[in-house]
């Protein structure tokens, strides 16, 4: 994935032009072929740092991705006249053998994109190097990390949509099943299952819309901003784009080329996506230790010497991709920090941050929908735990206050209780200390004794957004609803990539 350098001033030769190709390329460029790549030449071929400048192993993840542009590029040149329909006819079948041969058939290179053209030169003659016309390897290049890209984050987004679907199913299951809620580790206040699935349902349906946010931009074609400055051909850069199934342009040449913000923006989407997994995965681990979930065998496993033992360490894997993936938005910010317009090398170490963020994040994403999905809930435990730690307390509180008590009040009455006992007669001796005078003189005793029940105290928080069932019934709906829109969202653009992939298809057909 290197930049055109020793390439960008040969466009006008490699069209033909009138003018012979002789003086200029070497045996790479004849018919016969060579080991020679294309772009380096005599001048640049040797020395100990060509395997330092080599990408081509690494490279194998945009093999097909470059042969589409290829494509894509020819069909163009061909419709506008720049190259010949035979000579397109050349290129296009030399790039479906290139394509059934793999990549591990072509030539040594400094890169994916100088390998292929020299296979496409050794098979077709000189002529295959017309590909090459108004392009850079700098616009190419960008463009084939664009459209692998755009493909990773929607197998991305599909995880995303499948770890909601685990959460919402979680919800609907257990709208009524009460556990305890924390703060800091501590018992703070019950709640339900539903509730905890619903709270990172949130958390993943941000992270999708952020991921199909980024999808927008990296589906922009940088095509036609060659080496940074244009070209001097009539090329047409909208055509390419609809032929390679991108929504638009990155208008400006230099920015085409040049910019990496698409990389930045995914790789820290799904960071952030790893951040919530992280959380789920922790949450998942202590409820676990603690007798409230049993995840299923397929994502646990047990030790080597301990017989008894069943570890949730598939989760504390998906828990240590956070750190993989904030590594990789370190790193790439690190590599662009305070890189210069226009083409520098560096990019070429850019990418390979990306792709180990997004298949990180999208395996840790699946196993995370996998875990939540098939875990089976400790209802009588979750119950029994409910009432730790007077997590009852704010309900209390917050039912002397509906009946005329000052709130400070109520929370300076009820901290009292909770050290003597967290019971009515509790209640009742802070109540005569604290207001001098019965709690009966202000609230029911019964109301009192149902707001110290777990279940009661969640049914009662019937805010928007709480999770008394009533509350968690429109959340599920919401849910729902959303869940649906991202699917039909990402199957929208599936199908507008295979649209233009079988358009594309067809134009090459109709030249080989």
Same mark, same amino acid.
């Given at each position: 994935?290197?930049?055109? /350098?020793?390439?960008?001033?040969?466009?006008?030769?490699?069209?033909?032009?009138?003018?012979?190709?002789?003086?200029?390329?070497?045996?790479?460029?004849?018919?016969?072929?060579?080991?020679?790549?294309?772009?380096?030449?005599?001048?640049?071929?040797?020395?100990?740092?060509?395997?330092?400048?080599?990408?081509?192993?690494?490279?194998?993840? @945009?093999?097909?991705?470059?042969?589409?542009?290829?494509?894509?590029?020819?069909?163009?040149?061909?419709?506008?006249?720049?190259?010949?329909?035979?000579?397109?006819?050349?290129?296009?079948?030399?790039?479906?053998?290139?394509?059934?041969?793999?990549?591990? /058939?072509?030539?040594?290179?400094?890169?994916?994109?100088?390998?292929?053209?020299?296979?496409?030169?050794?098979?077709?003659?000189?002529?295959?190097? #017309?590909?090459?016309?108004?392009?850079?390897?700098?616009?190419?290049?960008?463009?084939? @990390?664009?459209?692998?890209? =755009?493909?990773?984050?929607?197998?991305?987004?599909?995880?995303?949509?499948?770890? =909601?679907?685990?959460?919402?199913?979680?919800?609907?299951?257990?709208?009524?099943? @009460?556990?305890?809620?924390?703060?800091?580790?501590?018992?703070?206040?019950?709640?339900?299952?539903?509730?905890?699935?619903?709270?990172?349902?949130?958390?993943?349906?941000?992270?999708?819309?952020?991921?199909?946010?980024?999808?927008?931009?990296?589906?922009?074609?940088?095509?036609?901003?060659?080496?940074?400055?244009?070209?001097?051909?009539? @090329?047409?850069?909208?055509?390419?784009?609809?032929?390679?199934?991108?929504?638009?342009?990155?208008?400006?040449?230099?920015?085409?080329?040049?910019?990496?913000?698409?990389?930045?923006?995914?790789?820290?989407?799904?960071?952030?996506?790893?951040?919530?997994?992280?959380?789920? %995965?922790?949450?998942?681990?202590?409820?676990?230790?603690?007798?409230?979930?049993?995840?299923?065998?397929?994502?646990?496993?047990?030790?080597?010497?301990?017989?008894? #033992? #069943?570890?949730?360490?598939?989760?504390?894997?998906? =828990?240590?991709?956070?750190?993989?993936?904030?590594?990789?938005?370190?790193?790439?910010?690190?590599?662009? #920090?305070?890189?210069?317009? %226009?083409?520098?090398?560096?990019?070429?170490?850019?990418?390979?941050?990306?792709?180990?963020?997004?298949?990180?994040?999208?395996?840790?994403?699946?196993?995370?929908?996998?875990?939540?999905?098939?875990?089976?809930?400790?209802?009588?435990?979750?119950?029994?735990?409910?009432?730790?730690?007077? /997590?009852?307390?704010?309900?209390?509180?917050?039912?002397?206050?509906?009946?005329?008590?000052?709130? =400070?009040?109520?929370?300076?009455?009820?901290?009292?209780?909770?050290?003597?006992?967290?019971?009515?007669?509790?209640?009742?001796?802070?109540?005569?200390?604290?207001?001098?005078?019965?709690?009966?003189?202000?609230?029911?005793?019964?109301?009192?004794?149902?707001?110290?029940?777990?279940?009661?105290?969640? %049914?009662?928080?019937?805010?928007?957004?709480?999770?008394?069932?009533? %509350?968690?019934?429109?959340?599920?709906? /919401?849910?729902?609803?959303?869940?649906?829109?991202?699917?039909?969202?990402?199957?929208?653009?599936?199908?507008?990539?295979?649209?233009?992939?079988?358009?594309?298809?067809?134009?090459?057909?109709?030249?080989?």
């Amino acid at each position: 994935m290197t930049e055109e /350098s020793a390439h960008d001033g040969d466009e006008a030769t490699a069209d033909g032009g009138g003018q012979s190709d002789e003086p200029r390329y070497s045996s790479a460029y004849r018919s016969d072929g060579g080991d020679e790549g294309v772009v380096r030449r005599d001048r640049f071929s040797g020395g100990p740092a060509r395997s330092f400048l080599s990408s081509l192993a690494a490279d194998e993840r @945009i093999f097909e991705a470059d042969l589409e542009v290829d494509r894509a590029h020819t069909v163009m040149l061909a419709e506008q006249g720049i190259i010949g329909d035979d000579v397109a006819g050349q290129i296009l079948t030399a790039l479906d053998a290139i394509e059934v041969d793999g990549h591990g /058939s072509v030539p040594d290179g400094e890169d994916v994109h100088e390998a292929i053209e020299t296979a496409v030169i050794q098979r077709s003659g000189a002529d295959g190097g #017309k590909m090459h016309t108004a392009r850079s390897r700098n616009d190419e290049v960008a463009a084939c @990390i664009r459209y692998r890209l =755009r493909e990773d984050v929607l197998e991305a987004i599909e995880t995303t949509l499948a770890l =909601r679907e685990s959460l919402v199913d979680v919800a609907e299951a257990h709208t009524e099943t @009460i556990m305890p809620g924390y703060t800091h580790l501590q018992p703070a206040q019950p709640t339900t299952v539903a509730h905890w699935a619903l709270a990172y349902e949130g958390a993943v349906r941000r992270d999708t819309e952020r991921l199909l946010e980024a999808y927008s931009r990296i589906n922009q074609s940088p095509l036609g901003g060659a080496a940074f400055a244009g070209t001097t051909f009539d @090329i047409d850069r909208e055509r390419v784009a609809d032929l390679l199934g991108f929504d638009g342009l990155v208008v400006n040449s230099m920015d085409a080329a040049s910019s990496r913000d698409f990389l930045l923006e995914t790789t820290q989407a799904l960071s952030t996506h790893a951040t919530t997994l992280s959380g789920l %995965a922790e949450d998942v681990i202590i409820f676990a230790n603690r007798g409230f979930v049993d995840p299923a065998d397929d994502y646990s496993s047990t030790s080597s010497i301990m017989p008894q #033992k #069943k570890n949730p360490d598939t989760l504390e894997l998906v =828990r240590a991709v956070a750190g993989d993936a904030a590594g990789g938005v370190q790193g790439l910010t690190t590599t662009l #920090k305070g890189l210069p317009r %226009a083409y520098n090398r560096d990019l070429q170490r850019a990418t390979t941050h990306a792709w180990e963020t997004v298949d990180a994040v999208t395996e840790a994403s699946e196993v995370a929908a996998g875990a939540v999905a098939t875990a089976d809930w400790n209802e009588a435990a979750l119950a029994a735990a409910a009432g730790d730690g007077f /997590s009852t307390a704010t309900g209390v509180a917050d039912l002397l206050a509906a009946n005329g008590i000052p709130f =400070r009040t109520a929370h300076e009455l009820v901290a009292l209780a909770a050290d003597d006992g967290a019971d009515y007669d509790a209640l009742e001796a802070a109540a005569q200390e604290v207001l001098g005078e019965s709690l009966a003189a202000h609230v029911e005793p019964a109301a009192v004794e149902t707001a110290l029940e777990p279940a009661e105290s969640v %049914a009662s928080r019937d805010s928007q957004g709480g999770p008394a069932p009533d %509350a968690v019934a429109p959340q599920i709906e /919401s849910a729902r609803e959303s869940l649906a829109a991202d699917e039909g969202s990402r199957a929208a653009a599936i199908d507008g990539l295979e649209t233009a992939r079988e358009a594309l298809r067809s134009e090459v057909n109709g030249y080989v």
